[in-house]
């Protein structure tokens, strides 16, 4: 099978810009699970679909949103990006919600100038 | 919310001793702990995990033990080879679900050889 898959990899943006990040999931695997990566923060959970719906969300500002679609395939948009917003984006899949098994993809490095 | 504290921060260890890393957590209803390693530029890999209902669980050289009642869990890793090299991040679940994962700040583990 193949892993999780994220694009682009790598992207550079400007403070104020929006960014739309993309993670196929595993096959089979219905549940999808953002989290940030930086230094400073960690590991920090965004938000998790399954079915199409938003199931949780991590505290993070409402400039951070998502969707799933019907092949469950999700997409993260950070809007009017700021400095802070500069992090490894990673995307992790499994089975079932709530499994708690996730299987995290290569992730999206964004730098935010 | 949860708040997971992990021990030590960095750790070296001589090729063919063990190593044990440390996690606390704080909420009580998190009922699932899975550890990760992370190489340099790499995803996050779950290694082994454990339910709240395990005290326990071993998987060659590597085992995790749980003690619900000081809501603290740990990592062993036996017999060290220097492939183990990587960070290692423990992490909780959240009250809203296993998906939604609570992440220690890391452990950055170097076997000498």
Redesign the interface.
Known sequence: KAGVTQTPRYLIKTRGQQVTLSCSPISGHRSVSWYQQTPGQGLQFLFEYFSETQRNKGNFPGRFSGRQFSNSRSEMNVSTLELGDSALYLCASSEIAGSGELFFGEGSRLTVL | ?ENVEQHPSTLSVQEGDSAVIKCTYSDSASN?F?W?KQELG?????II?IRSNVGEKKDQRIAVTLNKTAKHFSLHITETQPEDSAVY?C?A??E???????????TRLTVIP
């Open positions: 919310g699932y899975p990760y790499k995803r996050p890999q779950l995990d991040f992490a679940s959240g809203t679900g296993a998906n939604n994962l609570f992440f220690g700040t890391g």
